[in-house]
């Protein structure tokens, strides 16, 4: 079944660094989602990408979606402790009702 | 507009026991999703329900099951309840609006298995 990677697993950056998480999975999907989980919260809904090579900016946010399809990532300029969270990818499975997600990558951001 | 619920919030049982928990969705979602986390596996999608239909199953033990009521609340039972099922449940609701499937998510149902 499809297998949504997502690395690194974990990042520790300075405030005001940039902090960079991918993710790959094994077939192309329909589009995909990126979910941010603060600690001790529920994932909360970014964004949604649909089309091949698309380029989507939420403030200091950028989120790519490959041209293939298969692959996507999610940049932060310049990072604030209150982006301190678990990032996750997620694309539909082929049934279009599966939600599947890749394990996150948790970022800690250091005053 | 109210968010999704989930109740209980936090449960304790005994290996062996069975559980179940109930999420309310956003009002007007019809579709209803629910997933396990636990540190080692992260989110795994158990299943998804719509109109009462369950529309996929993830890949899990017939122990799991679930299911949505008319008012499109829903419910997941786990049976024979083994240590390795302690984790945070969540449950989600979407609108599924032509081109996007924005999950909600509850804040979710904390379970220890003893």
């Known amino acids: 079944g499809q297998q949504v990677m997502q690395i690194p697993q974990y990042q520790h950056v300075q405030e005001g660094e940039d902090f960079t998480t991918y993710c790959n999975s094994s077939?192309?999907?329909?589009?995909i989602q990126w979910y941010k989980q603060r600690p001790g919260g529920h994932p909360v809904f970014l964004i949604q990408?649909?089309?091949?090579?698309e380029v989507k900016k939420q403030k200091r946010l950028t989120f790519q979606f490959g041209e293939a399809k298969k692959n996507s990532s999610l940049h932060i300029t310049a990072t604030q402790t209150t982006d301190v969270g678990t990032y996750f990818c997620?694309?539909?499975?082929?049934?279009?009702?599966?939600?599947?997600f890749g394990k996150g990558t948790s970022l800690l951001v250091t005053p | 507009k109210a968010g999704v619920t989930q109740t209980p919030r936090y449960l304790i049982k005994t290996r062996g026991q069975q559980v179940t928990l109930s999420c309310s969705p956003i009002?007007?979602?019809?579709?209803v999703s629910w997933y396990q986390q636990t540190p080692g596996q992260g989110l795994q999608f158990l299943f998804e329900?719509?109109?009462?239909?369950?529309?996929n199953k993830g890949n899990f033990p017939g122990r799991f099951s679930g299911r949505q009521f008319s008012n499109s609340r829903s419910e997941m039972n786990v049976s024979t309840l083994e240590l390795g099922d302690s984790a945070l449940y969540l449950c989600?609701?979407?609108?599924?609006?032509?081109?996007?499937?924005?999950?909600?998510f509850g804040p979710g149902t904390r379970l220890t298995v003893t």
């Open positions: 077939t192309t999907l329909s589009n």
């Open positions: 997620a694309g539909y499975s082929n049934s279009g009702y599966a939600l599947n």
């Open positions: 990408l649909v089309k091949s090579g």
């Open positions: 329900y719509f109109s009462e239909t369950q529309r």
């Open positions: 989600a609701s979407s609108l599924l609006t032509t081109g996007l499937n924005e999950q909600y």
């Open positions: 009002s007007g979602h019809r579709s």
